[in-house]
């Protein structure tokens, strides 16, 4: 949060810092195009990757997650919970964790 007496020129150089992380962020993304900041598309993932969906949070696409990586292991989808299920679905989200780890052994 800002003090109040501080000035747009003292401000300045955090909102710049946030727009590098954010963008450096991007920049690694698998969708970067060869023409940007990033080194061209990137191979799938193949580490093991569990996805959950819940209810009310954005809802993913299958054929394009596995376009990306190669190695689900878990795709779960659920009646209830959110983008914050740990608060509103922790039972759903706990159970689905110790699933995807019980699955690995």
Known sequence: ????EVGVEEAEPDRHRLQA???DAAAVSPLQKAGG???GPLEPTT????LANFAWDFQSIRTLAERDHKNIVS???YDRGSHFAA??????LVADIRRFFAALR
Not at 1 to 4: C, Q, S, Y
Not at 47 to 50: C, E, H, T
Request: charge should be negative; proline fraction near 9%.
């Open 1 to 4: 949060m800002l003090d109040v």
């Open 21 to 23: 992380v954010y963008e």
């Open 37 to 39: 900041r990033g080194t």
């Open 47 to 50: 580490v093991p990757l569990g």
């Open 75 to 77: 795709w779960n989808t």
């Open 87 to 92: 608060h509103d679905a922790p039972d759903l």
